[in-house]
């Protein structure tokens, strides 16, 4: 175990991390977010610096082999959006090797397997965190994906099902040997969903169950601190955020700024309001005034970070027009800094009922 511990430490001592073939300037990225990680928020978040690798929103395998029109807009990207991963979804090795060798062929550079999702749709098509429930079917499957391909293909999963049934460990170090390029570590089971906390030493027991590859952090990093405790409680070589990323934007930045040894500030109102508007612009140019309604969402994540008075957050939440985006805009600009809650409506406001029907 010591020996496993060194070899990650080594690795720590630089910014950058080699993940297969790829090297990668920050060890902190963009986790995938069901509805959230499309090319407007990874656009946004990259121009504000400091994100290392960012993963598209989960694609279901057969949809991306007819080329559906919803997968393909799950997919889209830029030459600015480097570097980037696919996450694929579903429960039948050759549909998950044909989407690989498709992505590849489109010119994208990495492969994610989705084993973490605890949604109901997801785990009854086999997909999702489904798939720990037999380590061996499990492995066999990234195998078959791993040897369709040439880009690295990485697998994000969860401790386990339950927590009964803990396999992360026991997957990890099979994975490592069919030839994954990285593991990132969500450190809940399925059974908890997003509620409870992650558990620390859960995603130590991955670090420690391999021997070279990249084990990645994910869950519950929200700040700067968050982030680093991370690291330094599991002793893994990256981290992931994914709802942090959407509560402080500049959450990258500020990373790659610490990892340097230089402070961060801050952003002030006028690059909390200049960040507002340019996502919402991205959206508008995806999606054109449809991203109204894609961008009400966002309201219950964006509030209180950036200053927004909760009557003008729940005017967000009926954007019709961009027209109406623009009026809002300066009426927040007018009253940035109003609001009496500092926290998040995101975190007061969670699904009711059991995961298995979110």
């Known amino acids: 175990m010591n020996d496993v511990l060194a070899s990650h430490t080594d ?17 902190y990225f963009l986790a995938p977010l069901a509805g959230y990680t499309h090319l407007p928020l990874r656009t946004a978040l990259r121009e504000l610096g400091g994100l290392g690798l960012a993963t598209t929103d989960l694609v279901l395998a057969p949809q991306l082999l007819a080329e559906s029109r919803k997968s393909m807009a799950l997919i889209r990207t830029s030459e600015f959006d480097r570097p980037l991963s696919v996450q694929i979804f579903g ?14 062929s489109f010119g994208y550079e990495g492969i994610d397997i989705n084993m973490g999702c605890p949604m109901g749709k997801v785990n009854s098509s086999g997909g999702g965190a489904r798939l720990l429930r037999s380590c061996d079917n499990a492995t066999a ?38 030839g994954v390029a990285a593991i990132t570590i969500h450190g809940r089971t399925r059974q908890q969903g997003f509620h409870g906390h ?39 070589d990256a981290v992931a955020i994914g709802r942090g990323a959407m509560l402080d934007p500049w959450i990258f930045r500020k990373l790659f700024q610490q990892s340097r040894g230089e402070a961060f500030a801050e952003p002030t109102p006028a690059e909390q309001l200049a960040f507002l508007a340019r996502h919402f612009e991205l959206m508008v140019e995806q999606h054109d005034e449809y991203a109204c309604v894609l961008f009400r969402k966002f309201a219950a994540w964006y509030g ?21 985006f623009e009026l809002l805009l300066r009426e927040i600009e007018s009253r940035h800094g109003e609001r009496q809650s500092s926290i998040p409506t995101a975190l007061v406001k969670v699904p009711n009922g059991p995961n298995a029907h979110w």
Not at 146 to 175: H, Q
Request: glycine share 6%; hydrophobic share 45%; net charge negative.
């Open 141 to 178: 499957l990234v195998a078959h994906v791993v040897e369709a391909v040439d880009v690295p293909v990485t697998v994000k999963m969860r401790l386990g099902w339950d927590a009964d049934d803990i396999s992360a460990p026991l997957l990890a170090a099979n994975f490592e040997k069919v």
């Open 91 to 104: 429960g039948s090795p050759e549909e998950l090797a044909g989407a690989a060798r498709k992505l590849e």
């Open 198 to 236: 992650v558990d620390l030493q859960g995603i130590r027991q991955v670090v420690e169950a391999v021997n070279r590859i990249p084990i990645i952090g994910n869950g519950d990093v929200r700040s700067v601190d968050d982030a680093i405790d991370m690291r330094r409680i599991t002793g893994c």
């Open 304 to 324: 209180s970070r950036m200053g927004i008075p909760e009557d003008l957050e729940d005017r967000m939440r009926l954007l019709e027009t961009p027209a109406d």
């Open 11 to 27: 690795r720590d001592s630089i910014d950058e991390i080699q993940i297969g073939n790829r090297r990668l300037a920050s060890r």
